[in-house]
Every structure is written in structure tokens, then in C-alpha cells.
């Protein structure tokens, strides 16, 4: 297969190259927005609305904040942990006015993992929610943090709401535990002092590393993946006509597109899009800080006449299960994306039946900032990840690293603007995951089409050989979730003293008269006999990572333990 396969693959209207050089930085794309679309609306939460023009203002006072009251330099790594609140496009944006590197971590970390991430990062700064700053009190002393800077959930409503808000969480919710973190500053604190101080701004250049994204470490200790300006402004360009597909039908400026964004902007792939791919276009991002509550998240969406929704399998599941969603008016919707995890057909297709807008799943990871495939819009194959994104190229491996013809599986490679630098301060791990001339191995399974889509098989690492073949996960998760009383399943491979392994699936059911036997049946109705479950658990849940993504390792080590 030639560099120029995919290249006359794409449809009507999708360039096969765009100009992934039209902005030096991140910070250049943010200062062109927000002038540009300085009375738009740009981000909402908790009932309150910023402007452009306010995100503007605001991150501008913490960006002046940063460089006139805590000794932070160019390049200097400063956490942020912090779910979908208005704060977080203030902190992260005037983080990197301040020509600081942003780490993103998780707000529901352990300890443990807190104080791996920030010592490894190197970090001198935090900007974490109350809620979690009784977990940061006890982790700074063991870091090299010096400036903490602590924030409440209402912190950026109006003055009357946010001492309700904050009230409440506090005092009746009970959320947040007594800390003490010597020294540290309440944000609202940070924005006054940074309006008394005057914000310089600072040179940024494409190469320089704009944002550490930690893998999610399921696989060994977290990485951080070192994501460039050119990194993120690139993946950024290769989206954009993807999502004008979808959102701008016209081709033309049609006003501010309402965006419904349940999931963390702390995930690269929430950040890319909603605060890059959304910004630059002047679209209108409702934050949802709290999916995991879908009687508050469906209360939120009453509220909007949504035109673009972002989520994952499981989040479309739920929703979808859920009879107050299923009555909500969907008639403004036209975009709807999937990334993260697999999408499985099921899912795709009642989301369709529900709201009568199809799901177009795309395919990245961290290393990729993260879009390295679409199904673009009105061009959807199910079951596939779609074409490689303009300016990227993609193969398929054996394990010997030679290439592989079109329709076998392989490990699929990437190579493209987009492709991080390299892992932080890990040299070695760089040289596993990236070639000498530039491909990413994913670590993926995949089969490039004779159409130019893609479909993956399966995470290498995950996939189970049962009696020397080959079952990949994702294919029996598909076969499993379609049966009419299954919410969501997992499979995993068990040892087998026979066969090596064999298939075991954990399922979560919505009929508690559903037995082992009859999803077992159900496969055998559509399986090779040897990709059959062997054995069918019953749970309340599945463990998942804070975006939703259920953890077949934790699954497969209970067994083997």
C-alpha cells in the first residue's frame, strides 16, 4: 500500500490536505477567537454564561497573576485538576498565556496517583476544586508544587448564587473535608490581584510543549505525553472540516452552534474539541461537570435546543435506557460524536432510533492529541473508525514490522502532525512507541478497507487466543450488547487448561430474569464456536476510568488473582 491510498478515498467537500501551519500556538488560536466572537457565548455551567470576551478578561487576570505573584517561568508545569467548570478554560488558557505547560489530571486521582503525576511532571503549581483539596493537602509536601491556588464549584457564578452553591456543597452535601495547604490562594483571590498587575504576553513558539497529557496508566506507570502547539493546532485543523460537515451544512458563518460537552475537558479529547476545534468556529460549549448524574444532566439538557452532543458508548447507553432523555425534543440536533472506546453497533443504532441522529466515531489516543481517524459526516460505516484525518497516513504491521496488505490485521501505525513528541523524560519508552521515521505504533489491532476505512480488531494486548485463534473483544462486546436485556458487557480472556484461554463475559443486565444460558445462546446464534463465552457473569457495574471507559484489565486481574 502506497503513501497516496487515502488520499482520492475522502468524499465531496473532505481535503485530503489542510493547512495544519495557519497558527503558531494555541494561544494564537485563543487570541483570534476571542476577538473574533467577543459577545458569543463561549462556555456554561451551573447556570452561568461566559462570553468569549469574558474568557478573554478573565484568563488574562490569571495569566498576569501567574507571572506577577508566583515566580513561574516559561515552561514551567503547572497541574490543573479540575472537572467541567467555567474555571477550567480561565486557569488552563491564562496557564498558557502565562507561557506555562499545562498538566491535566484527573480529579477523582488517588493519592498516589497525584503524587506519581506531579513529581514526574515536575509541576510547581496547582489549581485544584475544594472538593479534592484535602486529597492535594496531603500530596504537596511530597512534590516540588510551591503555589497552590484552591477554587469553589460556584466561584465564577454571581455573587448570590455562588454562596449558595458553594453552601451547599460544603455544608449540606458534605463534599468537602477540612484541609490545610499552607499558603495556598482562592482563585477568585488570584483574578483580583491579577487586574491590579499588568499581563505580558509571551512568545510562543509551534514546537514548544503546550500541554503534558498523562496516558491513563491502565497498562503500567501513567506517561505523560508531550503534545506540542503544532501537535494540538494541527489535530485541530484536520477536525475542523469534519465537524463543519456535521454542524455547518451551509459553509457559511451560521451563528453560535449549542454544544453539549458531559465529557472532562481534562481528557484530550474533550480539549481538543471543545476547546479548540469549538473555540475557533465561535460555537457555545454547556459544560456538564457531573454526567455520572443523569436526572441533573438530563435537567440541563431541557434547557437547550442542542445542535452537536460529544460522548462515549457508555454515556449512550445510559441515556438512552433512560425514559426522561427519550422525551426530550431532539429536532436542533445534527452532529453527534463518539471517541474514546469503542462504539458498538448497538449503542450507535438505538442513539439513532432515540434522538435520529447518527454517530460518527472517530479514533485517537493521547499520543495523537488525539484525532487520528473520522467517520465523517453523512459518510458513517458502522463498525469502522473512518479514514485518517487530512495529513495523516496510517498502515498496518506484523510483529516482525513489515507491512501488511489491505483486509489483514496488523498493528496500525500513524504518522502525522498531530503525533506527540515523545513521552516526557521517558526516551526509551519513545523509541518502543515511535519510529525513526516518524510512525506511532498504536498498539491496536486494525484492517484498512479497500474503501479506505478503518476498523480496529482489537488492543493487542487485550486480544485472547483461544486454541491458537485469534478472539478479539470488541467483537463479542458487539454481539453481547445487542441482545435486547443487556446494558453494557465486557469480555475477557480466562486460562483454560485446553485451550489456553477462553471467553469469559461480565455483563450488567436491565432484566434480573436474564440467565447465563440464554446469552450464551444468543452468541452461539452468531459466533464461531470458538469466540462463544464460555462464561457469563452478572454484575451491578463494570469498572471505568472517570470518562467512562470500562477497565478489562481490572477484570482480567481479579480473575487471575
Known amino acids: 500500500m502506497n503513501e497516496n491510498f487515502f488520499s482520492d478515498k475522502y468524499p465531496e467537500g473532505l481535503p485530503a490536505t489542510v493547512d495544519v501551519d495557519k497558527y503558531k500556538s494555541v494561544v494564537d488560536v485563543f487570541n483570534q477567537s476571542v476577538k473574533k466572537y467577543a ?37 514551567d508545569r503547572i497541574a490543573v485538576q479540575l472537572p467541567n467548570l467555567l474555571q477550567y478554560p480561565i486557569v488552563v488558557f491564562g496557564a498558557m498565556r502565562a507561557g506555562l505547560i499545562v498538566v491535566n489530571t484527573n480529579p477523582l486521582y488517588t493519592e498516589r496517583e497525584m503524587e506519581h503525576q506531579f513529581n514526574d511532571s515536575g509541576a510547581k503549581a496547582l489549581v485544584v476544586l475544594a472538593q479534592m483539596a484535602g486529597k492535594a493537602g496531603r500530596v504537596v509536601p511530597k512534590t516540588q508544587i510551591e503555589n497552590v491556588i484552591v477554587t469553589q464549584a460556584g466561584d465564577m457564578c454571581s455573587p448570590l448564587k455562588r454562596t449558595i452553591v458553594n453552601f451547599v456543597i460544603k455544608n449540606i452535601r458534605k463534599e468537602v473535608e477540612p484541609f490545610t495547604i499552607p499558603g495556598h490562594v482562592k482563585l477568585l483571590d488570584a483574578l483580583k490581584a491579577g487586574t491590579k498587575t499588568n499581563y505580558t504576553p509571551v512568545e510562543v513558539a509551534p514546537e514548544d510543549i503546550s500541554v503534558l497529557q498523562y496516558t491513563g496508566g491502565t497498562t503500567g506507570v501513567a506517561k505523560g505525553a ?32 449549542v454544544v453539549i460537552a458531559p465529557l472532562p475537558l481534562y481528557h484530550i479529547y474533550a480539549f481538543t474539541v471543545n476547546c479548540m476545534v469549538l473555540m475557533e468556529t465561535g460555537n457555545h460549549n454547556v459544560l456538564i461537570p457531573n454526567p455520572r448524574d443523569l436526572p441533573g444532566f438530563i435537567k440541563e439538557l431541557k434547557n437547550w435546543d442542542f445542535n452537536a452532543f460529544l460522548g462515549l458508548n457508555t454515556l449512550f447507553v445510559g441515556l438512552c435506557n433512560n425514559e426522561d432523555f427519550r422525551e426530550l425534543d431532539f429536532s436542533h440536533l445534527q452532529l453527534t460524536i463518539s471517541g474514546g472506546m469503542a462504539l458498538t453497533k448497538a449503542a450507535a443504532d438505538r442513539w439513532a432510533d432515540v434522538t435520529g441522529c447518527e454517530v460518527s466515531e472517530g479514533y485517537g489516543m493521547t499520543e495523537t492529541s488525539p484525532i487520528a481517524s473520522f467517520n465523517p459526516p453523512g459518510h458513517t460505516q458502522l463498525g469502522t473508525i473512518g479514514m485518517p484525518v487530512s495529513n495523516t497516513l496510517c498502515k498496518v504491521i506484523d510483529e ?12 496500525l501505525c500513524v504518522k502525522g502532525p498531530q ?38 480488531v482489537d488492543r493487542k494486548k487485550d ?77 451491578e457495574d463494570l469498572p471505568k476510568t472517570n470518562v467512562g471507559k470500562i477497565l478489562r484489565r481490572e477484570l482480567r486481574d481479579e480473575e487471575t488473582a
Open 39 to 75: 459577545d458569543r457565548p463561549a462556555f456554561t455551567a451551573l447556570g452561568q454564561t461566559l462570553s468569549y470576551g469574558d474568557v478573554d478578561r478573565l484568563s488574562a487576570d490569571f495569566a498576569a497573576y501567574l507571572q506577577n505573584n508566583t515566580g513561574l517561568q516559561k515552561g
Open 226 to 257: 508531550m503534545l506540542t502547539n503544532r501537535n494540538i493546532v494541527a489535530n485541530m485543523c484536520q477536525a475542523h472540516p469534519l465537524f463543519m460537515m456535521g454542524l455547518n451544512k451551509s459553509g457559511k458563518d451560521e451563528g453560535s452552534k
Open 400 to 411: 516482525e514490522g513489515n507491512d501488511l496488505p489491505l483486509g489483514e490485521a496488523g498493528e
Open 419 to 456: 503525533v506527540m513528541k515523545g513521552y516526557w523524560q521517558r526516551p526509551e519508552a519513545t523509541a518502543e512507541t515511535i519510529t525513526e521515521d516518524g510512525w506511532l505504533k498504536t498498539g491496536d489491532m486494525a484492517v484498512i478497507l479497500e474503501n479506505g476505512y478503518m476498523k480496529i
Open 463 to 539: 486480544m485472547i487466543i483461544v486454541s491458537g485463534f485469534n478472539v478479539y473483544p470488541n467483537e463479542i462486546e458487539d454481539v453481547v450488547a445487542s441482545h435486547p436485556d443487556i446494558v453494557e458487557c465486557a469480555a475477557v480472556g480466562i486460562p483454560d487448561e485446553v485451550s489456553g484461554e477462553q471467553v469469559k463475559i461480565f455483563a450488567v443486565s436491565n432484566n434480573p430474569a436474564l440467565t447465563a444460558k440464554e446469552v450464551t445462546d444468543f452468541c452461539r446464534e452468531r459466533l464461531t464456536a470458538y469466540k462463544v463465552p464460555k462464561l457469563v457473569e452478572f454484575r
